[in-house]
């Protein structure tokens, strides 16, 4: 069986989706969708894939599957739309910057019994994947404290800072998420701090550039999480995971593996510096996955309960700095 | 000039200041003090020097300098008697357990204009120094984040535990301290988690043994100390410092340079697992720094005021683990 | 423009530039051949391509290029034949064992024009590359040592090895291309110790399997290669080069980036033990490289000329192994 | 019991011995000879001994043991004079240049029954014995090929370099021991190679700057050396052995375990660029290790013999340069 996708959205993201599924053995791209033609048309000529719009799409019975790339405010409405036309749903993370309305679009795609995944690539990283392989082997005996250490080379556009639902949302969500895979336990609190110290412009759109973050499970265990939006050296992420038994740690990607020594001492090379090449390898894994659920084969990799937890934890996140306190999850889940 | 020193005290921690003393040259150890015969006999014979007790030390005008290496709760009398004695004095960390009796202590050291030095050996570790002075030279330009690990290869005893202050006042205390000297600015507040997950003896001692604090200055600069009584690893002491134009890291001491490869992978050998062992030449660093001061080339590199402060962040981060917010260090302190 | 392929012999290598042609832009797997029909049958199922014999191969208008993956004591005659018939030619390295006989092909290539590549991937390998850029950019000033480390992790059938030509013809050969390029001179002496050690096989079919090679140039330049047949912690591949400025490595690739610690040590995993996944990056490279020569962009990278250097180093190891001195290649090249 | 030293020769491996010896348990420094009377003033107001000339010593009561320091060409005779005047011996390396002075050399400390340790501080270095410790514990098996890189930071001067021997007996001797050391197993077959690339001069004093050399043994082991004058990241010294069931490797020591990372990449500092500084403990450990074989303890973990070996693989690789063959070690023992 191949799964025929669309991908609805053809901007940066969307390229990387329709390069996955192009990849990926099980899955043809049969449809780009986007208002921007010229975004279309690329992806269309790279792929050899159909331009049909969104409605088509949803109406077009050699269509399975739907990935959604388009921007976070549409998320929701077009995956009850999707959910309604019988398609399978991966999902950009976030569902919406809404708890709420996460929560009302899940129960419709419960009703529809769909099939929804959302994009959690990290998990899909064959480096993560080994560390938590060596978890679930017993390696390192019960989890006691993940140290996730998350910083991109270089902030992006105000435009794109002021409506992404600021850093908790944007950014540490997606560490929101590993940290619930690597602690293998629910988060109870969340305390955090946040400061602007890389560009004041920053700072007026409201939002934050430099933050930490510790997060603490009912039984104990502690994950912290730091951020900071400017690494000169590259993409940095790296996840250490200690335990009663051991302790793992997951390196970082050079952009190559030579080392130059002279008098100022040995140099490695800097970081990639792009998700989209640090992640290469996890989006063609996160596709392969969701072909697999789209089979029936197995359950998706990465619910909707996923997503809605990953942003409870960014809501709380938020909270905990303007309050000045230890803010339990169950708080802004109710 | 050569420094005349009585050690009081004739412990673990006595004896590493004791071999510090006769490796330093400008430091002669003269005299040993301990209630317990055998502990003093065991240093006077290996370094050829006298044994006295307090009192006749403090009388002695062949003595310049006492370190004083006692049990916690006669830190400071003695620092006191010292002081209106006329003997330079290093004291290891703390001075006490309790803030105003500490405030009280440096009073009387002020008011003698006695040469005091509070231990933190690790402000003289050779590579925290390196990295501390590339900060100096500009590398990573402004300080952003600090990020401390700090991990015990295993528990102390119980009985131990008991009369420590804490795990906050008795092993972070020394992370606090290098979080202020790390970040170059006055911590402003400090929020904590701490669990017990090594030991439930621990946990009925009323004490943690995991823990995780991010302190933030005023001017938003952050820091967060990692801290667990229990690594199979050996003895973890990782300092890293993220700045606006790069990143700076001290890795850890492993038992040899030697690695093995063979069909499991390539293993180096575990760290050092004993602070005397990792921090052998930042005691003598130390105490020559100590003897520099008392010939009054310069002042004392590690203050009283340093040891308040750091027991200070101890205090806070305590309070904020039993009252669940983010505490100001003025609080503790008023 | 597209470059039309035909990959003779379907075997393991011939597998893996049919999984290279189809990852690359601007080349297309247009037909397959071997005598082992499961064998072609495997790759036209995967790629999509026809099935057609060596003669319908050469006499097709539809293909301009074809990849030699046959046995070695065809691949002469098949270059010649495929140069007479018009077709650009990418050969598996060696093209013969026999020196007189690859100077007599080379010659027939010369007189028809052809386009004829020599397989030496390694050469492609993106880490190695970066090595090159940065001699070739002047980071070391001036080559003077090259220290090749090439280990398998386990050495083939006996059967394999008793039609190899032996090691230095079989597995040293690509050390001997890398040694030139990294060199960027001629050698003119190489001496050699051969021993067998990993396996009495392997010496009563009258080879060996541990070899240290020194290669010096005119103006004094060295390179040392040591080989062996078994490495219990995967496929070693190391070059080093120092130089009057400064020196680079490249280092070995990892079965993953995760390190495990505990009370053993800090392990990571062994080394990708394939060439097949180590050179994955290497073979799409080298492909992308020949489509560029046939195309007429560029020269081809490496050439039938670099084939026979290889070759002719490996003939003067193995006379140094038997006469036990120094062997000037100039003696195997008459 | 503690073993009363006196030291021949207060240049530089003079001193270094000195220091040595003042911070073994065991050992005393009691005497210093130099015709230079400023050397000898020097080492014992620094430790303070007593200065006296070598006839004073080699009749003095109070001397135990003596440690030849002087130039290369007084030493034979000297050890011919202690050996006579029942002084127990610790002499640098060589024993003389001349493989037949070493003999008559070695047949008197014979005749005498004196203790003799030839000075090859290599052997003690901590890490380096860890790595011997593992092959001795059977980690890797049969040990099969030894690969050891050994480069100065810079040449020494002309001056030195002319009556020094050449670099095979000044330099790469301190590899033949240790290779010898890890082959377990004596050298049967020398191959050598040598430039003059690191400075002219050094070409015009009529020796080499860059050298690669092959050692096998009766059993087919292999070991390489690699040597340069010129390493502009430190003083590079590397040890590896692989074996039948894994491999070992022990790494460089650099001046800080400081890594800066930015734009530029990941920056570890040089390595440590002295000998004096790199081998520290392992000439404490020496003279330790001396003492015991004093008070009769154990056999000195280095002998005469070794010296004569070590040279004889210097001349033996002398040899293999000027014939351009391999060489048999008998050839240059006979």
């Given at each position: 069986m191949t799964v025929s996708f669309a991908v609805l959205g053809a901007g940066r993201i969307g390229q990387v989706h329709a390069n996955a599924i192009a990849s990926?053995?099980?899955?043809?791209?049969?449809a780009i969708a986007d208002p921007v033609a010229e975004a279309s048309r690329r992806v269309a000529d790279l792929h050899g894939c159909d331009i049909r719009d969104i409605d088509t799409i949803l109406a077009s019975?050699?269509?399975?599957a739907v990935v959604i790339c388009t921007p976070t405010d549409t998320h929701a409405d077009l995956i009850e739309r999707a959910a309604k036309a019988g398609k399978a749903i991966f999902c950009e993370?976030?569902?919406?910057?809404d708890v709420r309305r996460v929560k009302a679009c899940l129960q419709t795609v419960k009703d529809t019994g769909t099939t929804l995944m959302v994009g959690f690539q990290r998990r899909f990283d064959p480096d993560f994947r080994a560390l938590r392989d060596m978890i679930d082997a017993g390696k390192i005996g019960e989890v006691e404290m993940v140290t996730l250490t998350s910083r991109d080379p270089g902030a992006p556009p105000i435009a794109y800072i002021e409506r992404s639902g600021g850093i908790f949302r944007d950014m540490t969500i997606h560490d929101f998420d590993v940290a619930r895979w690597m602690l293998g336990e629910e988060v109870e609190t969340v305390m955090a701090a946040a400061s602007?110290?890389?560009?004041p412009a920053i700072g007026k759109a409201g939002d934050f550039d430099t933050v930490n973050v510790i997060l603490t499970t009912a039984s104990g265990k502690q994950c912290t999480i730091n951020n900071t939006r400017r690494a000169t050296y590259g993409y940095d992420q790296r996840i250490e995971v200690h335990g009663s038994l051991g302790s793992l740690a997951a390196d970082n990607h050079h952009k190559s593996r030579v080392t130059f020594a002279n008098g100022d001492g040995y140099t490695k090379p800097p970081l990639l510096d792009f998700f989209m090449t640090r992640y290469t390898a996890a989006y063609a894994a996160e596709i392969a996955s969701f072909v697999q659920a789209v089979e029936g084969k197995?359950?998706?990799?990465?619910?909707g309960h996923d997503g809605l937890m990953a942003l409870a934890l960014a809501d709380a996140a938020l909270r905990s700095v303007k309050e000045g306190r230890a803010v339990k999850v169950s708080e802004v889940l109710a």
């Open positions: 990926v053995p099980g899955a043809r791209l049969t019975d050699d269509i399975d993370k976030p569902v919406d910057l602007n110290l890389v560009d197995t359950a998706t990799a990465t619910t």
